[in-house]
């Protein structure tokens, strides 16, 4: 399988391990890929002992230690002492140099530190969720903001308003920093992994606003002001609490996609059916 991106989970290798460690610990493959969340903690931690068998019989380890990683982050298990440290080496570029595509070396350099990051900070308990890029070229390094510490140091010196791009994945923040909504500029906005319950009124004042992603959140409603998002071409709102959506979401002239996977909704709404452009997936 051609990589297409470089994120920790892509590639065959990540695939077939993720395939194994599902099944090693009882659970449906197609189910996992459906919610991801019915592998709990218990669950992988019962099954910790089997899992490491298929780590120890691997003659190559690096990648499924990463993959290893990966998992522990998302479910919060515990995570012995010395495997915390053959994770973050594993994630260390020095292993990957010269293997990489010249268009995939920053991003990929992003994942594996990301990884590193998460896995120094891992406590039992606590779910961490590795950052997306939403836009994997130049724009996400050279007119965006990645993390909440890089927002506050483009706050205090100003920079912020010329920024076109914002991921503040997995910052367990429950709610949107006010400064956001004064960004005129801003044209994707990433709150993914938060504990958000509630989208201010203010969002409607991000006119130039494309892309929009709240997946992972608390979600049950969305504020009329979101018409106002007359440039909104894509719209995430996977694994939130909504049991339906507001009819007023067809007056978003340019939305060409809507991502409403693992809500309580369970069947796409009337009002959108008639509207070819709308993807709910």
């Not at 991106?5 to 395939?19: K, N, V």
């Not at 479910?75 to 990489?100: M, Q, V």
């Not at 995430?236 to 009819?247: G, T, Y």
Request: net charge positive.
């Amino acid at each position: 399988m051609a990589k297409l991106t470089a994120e920790i989970m892509e590639g065959d290798e990540e695939s077939d391990l993720t395939s194994i460690f599902i099944k090693v610990c009882g659970l449906n493959l197609k189910d996992y890929y459906k919610d991801d969340r019915i592998l709990t903690r218990r669950i992988f931690e019962d099954n910790f002992d089997k899992i490491m068998e298929i780590v120890e019989n691997r003659s190559s380890r690096r990648k499924v230690y990463l993959v290893l990683g990966y998992f522990v982050l998302l479910t919060g298990s515990f995570l012995p002492d010395d495997l915390r440290t053959k994770i973050i080496d594993a994630a260390n570029w020095g292993h990957e140099k010269g293997l990489w595509e010249e268009k995939f070396i920053r991003e990929r350099k992003f994942y594996l530190k990301d990884l590193q990051n998460k896995i120094r900070a891992h406590k039992p308990g606590v779910i961490l969720h590795l950052v997306r890029l939403k836009n994997a070229n130049d724009e996400d390094f050279t007119e965006g903001v990645i993390g909440i510490d890089q927002f506050w140091d483009y706050i205090d010196s100003g920079r912020i308003y010329s920024i076109k791009h914002i991921n503040l994945d997995s910052c367990n923040l429950t709610e949107i920093p006010t400064p956001v909504f004064d960004l005129k500029l801003l044209e994707t906005f990433s709150f993914e992994n938060n504990k958000l319950s509630k989208i201010p009124p203010r969002i409607g004042d991000l006119r130039s606003l494309k892309r929009l992603y709240l997946n992972r959140n608390q979600l049950k409603t969305l504020p009329t002001n979101l018409i106002h998002l007359e440039s909104l071409e894509v719209l995430s709102l996977e694994k939130n609490f909504f049991k339906a959506l507001p009819s007023f979401i067809i007056e978003l002239k340019s939305l060409k996609k809507l991502y409403l996977r693992n809500n309580f909704i369970f069947e796409i709404p009337n009002f959108l059916q008639k509207y070819q452009i709308i993807t709910v997936v």
